[in-house]
């Protein structure tokens, strides 16, 4: 059975959880084009969108199909896991500089509150995406609002 058959076969049983929502998170490039998330939509599934070594970001794919699938979007920072480790297996600092790669993730973000496509946003780091995951937050967060002070969209502190 194909993968879009197993998880259409999911979803069907899945759709009527009364306090359920969920996200698909993709790590097969191929799987990720716009018959996938047409399907997400469909169901109401949001698609996670990640930042790791092995899959397209969100930006260098926003043309090519819709990443919004349901009123909400999960962003999962993930990183490289074995470069990371290359460099640390201490995760008390951040030791990689995420700083143009969170800029885009702002913008993204903006873009997707212009169109009015998403209420909620969920945020996922972990400590292999920067060093630290507390610091990739507080960083997203310290340029989201820098970046706000000229936007009309943002979100009140």
């Not at 509150?113 to 209420?119: D, T």
Request: net charge positive; aromatic share 14%; hydrophobic share 40%.
């Amino acid at each position: 059975m194909s993968f879009s058959r197993r998880l259409r076969f999911f979803l069907n049983r899945a759709k009527n959880l009364p306090i359920c929502r969920f996200v698909v998170e993709i790590r097969n490039r191929p799987w990720l084009d716009k018959r996938f998330t047409d399907l997400l939509r469909e169901y109401n599934v949001a698609l996670a969108l990640t930042d790791t070594s092995f899959m397209p970001r969100p930006w260098e794919m926003k043309e090519k199909f819709d990443l919004v699938t349901t009123d909400f979007v999960y962003i999962r920072w993930l990183g490289d896991r074995h470069g990371i480790e290359k460099i640390t297996r201490v995760w008390d600092r951040a030791v990689v500089d995420r700083t143009e790669e969170l800029r885009n993730w702002v913008e993204l973000f903006k873009s997707m509150m212009a169109n009015n496509k998403i209420l909620k946003r969920f945020a996922f780091s972990n400590n292999h995406y920067s060093g630290n995951g507390p610091a990739t937050v507080k960083l997203f967060w310290n340029l989201w609002r820098s970046s706000s002070s000229q936007n009309p969209l943002a979100i009140p502190s």
